[in-house]
């Protein structure tokens, strides 16, 4: 038990109910830790690269995910280790800021783990080996800037965006259509992008997913989709030039708050409320007819009066429509969303060239496509897929080449993938590592071997003989200086990644290595656990 003396020499304890808790000190910790660490890494190792494997999630309301994104992985995998929490806000940090090698970072920080443990074991000193992984990330960092390649393009020339979101798109489950998804995922970004400040608002894209129909059938709409029909069924399919009205506020006679009860005994009673109500729907349709709208899209429903009476007043509505489609509805039209009717004037209205109701199979699926809006910037994916599942695999996949394509406009250099950059880098830390004369050379050495991970984990999940492959790339990058040469995964027959178009962003790589070598700093400085026991 840790005893602590005052100054009058009267002893203390410093944690309460210590025999309540267990306690892990010095290099137990550290590789409790570690293994903790490695256990994440080792289960996403498996489905890294365009050949790796899927995992089926179920989460406790009995609901099932498959997927390949790392970031998924981890957020529905139930994890009660502290430091395997941290490996999930690893993937995390990755997925929101760089959108793409969430699998890699938790993999490179596991085969950094295993190094370290090695070195622990030897006897060297946690602080040496952590010290030793910054330097070597430091190297590993700008030996990346000088491999990478500037990538031009313009809104006139997208194929090198494409060829990179393919990239992307090729460890995942859509990999068979990967082109016309990268085309898709590029087209969206440039119609929302803003070239000149290089910025893009992945927010004006909207990706909406509907079973039914097969994975080619996936479109881009430039517009928005409502996934809503018409309110009446003879209500005009199709509105050419509309101007739209975006209420947030019910097509019905007001209610009032309090209860209330009111007595009907005679006819004219009946027909004197009903012609009040009527003439109050009655005002309301002529207040929208009277600003120009010729469709109303409403966020609340109407009564069955109020839509026989839109309906003979030849104005189309839409009920029930979510709040976020309205904004997106309000950005793309041009038009402002309108809380009162009173406040309706012919400037609020949003304009589109088309709007028409699309009917799928033989179910009474519909949907309304709002096209050829006044503000051309918000888009919408529209994905469709054998089964539910299919299609939010394919909402994640279109998110990451979404993202790639998002950062290759914010910064157009490339580094090859199919590992060619970690081999390349390794190597160059292993030369840099004989500069240093301290203990962190081993670190260092340690870094580079770490390095050495994710190709090794890219030819053992293609069937290749993972060290046999590893080291014939490696030596073949040495010999020729070319560090484009990566795993062969689909067996085209080189190794070059510049011939088989295989790019990754810069920044997402460099992202990768000072997460990774972040986070196992951070777990290897921990050196004492206290957690309540079990019981």
């Known amino acids: 038990m840790a005893l602590a003396f005052d100054e009058f020499g009267r002893p203390f304890i410093i944690v309460k ?9 010095g290099l137990d910790a550290q590789k409790a830790n570690i293994s903790a660490g490695k256990a994440v890494a080792r289960i996403l190792r498996t489905s890294l690269g365009p050949k790796g494997m899927d995992k089926m999630l179920q989460s406790p309301d009995g609901e099932v995910t498959i997927t390949n994104d790392g970031a998924t992985i981890l957020e529905q995998m139930d994890v009660d280790n ?63 800037e000088r491999i990478a390649n500037k990538f031009e393009f313009d809104a006139t020339n997208i194929e090198p965006l494409i060829q990179t979101c393919m990239t992307t798109l090729s460890s ?68 050419k030039d509309a101007k739209i009205a975006i209420l947030t506020c019910p097509f019905e006679p007001p209610k009032p708050k309090t209860k209330h009860k009111v007595d009907i005994d005679t006819v ?63 950005i793309a039209t041009g038009g402002r969303i309108v809380p009162r009717f009173q406040e309706l004037t012919p400037e609020k209205l949003g304009q589109a060239g088309l709007v028409r109701e699309k009917g799928f199979g033989t179910t009474k699926d519909r949907m309304i496509y709002i096209e050829h809006c006044a503000n051309s910037r918000a888009v919408t994916i529209f994905i469709r897929g054998g089964n539910k599942m299919m299609i939010e695999e394919t909402k994640r996949s279109i998110h990451d080449a979404l993202c790639v394509a998002r950062n290759l406009i914010r910064n157009n250099s490339i580094v090859y993938g199919g590992g060619s950059a970690e081999i390349s880098c390794s190597i160059a830390v292993e030369a840099a590592a004989d500069k240093y004369p301290g203990v962190e050379q081993y670190a260092i050495r340690a870094f580079a071997d770490a390095l050495d991970a994710v190709p090794m984990a890219l030819a053992e999940n293609s069937g290749l003989q993972p060290i046999e492959t590893l080291s014939a790339v490696k ?48 777990i290897l400085k921990i050196d004492d656990v206290i957690s309540p026991s079990d019981y």
């Open 17 to 25: 109910e210590q025999e309540q808790k267990t306690r892990l000190r």
């Open 82 to 144: 502290q430091i395997a929490k941290l490996m999930v806000e690893l993937s995390r940090s990755q997925d929101y800021e760089i959108g793409d090698g969430t699998t890699g970072v938790v993999v490179m920080a596991g085969a950094l783990l295993e190094q370290a443990e090695r070195l622990l074991e030897r006897g060297i000193h946690p602080i040496r080996v952590a010290e030793g992984y910054e330097m070597a990330s430091r190297i590993a960092f700008e030996h990346l």
């Open 172 to 239: 995942k489950i859509v990999n068979r259509c990967k082109r016309s998804m990268a085309e898709i995922a590029v087209k969206a970004v440039l119609s929302v992008a803003d070239l000149e400040r290089r910025d893009v608002n992945l927010d004006l894209i909207k990706v909406e997913g509907k079973v039914g129909g097969k994975l080619e059938d996936t479109e881009l709409i430039y517009g928005i989709i409502v996934d809503k029909d018409m309110s009446h069924p003879q209500m005009p399919k199709e509105i």
């Open 268 to 330: 004219e009673k009946f027909q004197n409320l009903r012609q009040q109500e009527q003439k109050y729907f009655d005002d309301m349709v002529q207040k929208c007819k009277d600003v120009g709208a010729t469709l109303v899209i409403c966020q609340w429903g109407f009564d069955d009066e109020a839509n026989h009476l839109l309906m003979h007043r030849n104005l189309p509505a839409v009920r029930w429509v979510g709040g976020v489609e309205l904004e997106l509805i309000a």
């Open 475 to 522: 030596s073949q990058q040495i010999k020729e200086n070319n560090p484009c040469c990566g795993i062969d995964c689909n067996d085209v027959g080189t190794n070059d990644m510049r011939e088989q178009n295989v790019f990754e962003t810069l920044i997402g790589k460099q992202q990768q290595i000072l997460l990774a070598t972040q986070v196992v700093k951070m």
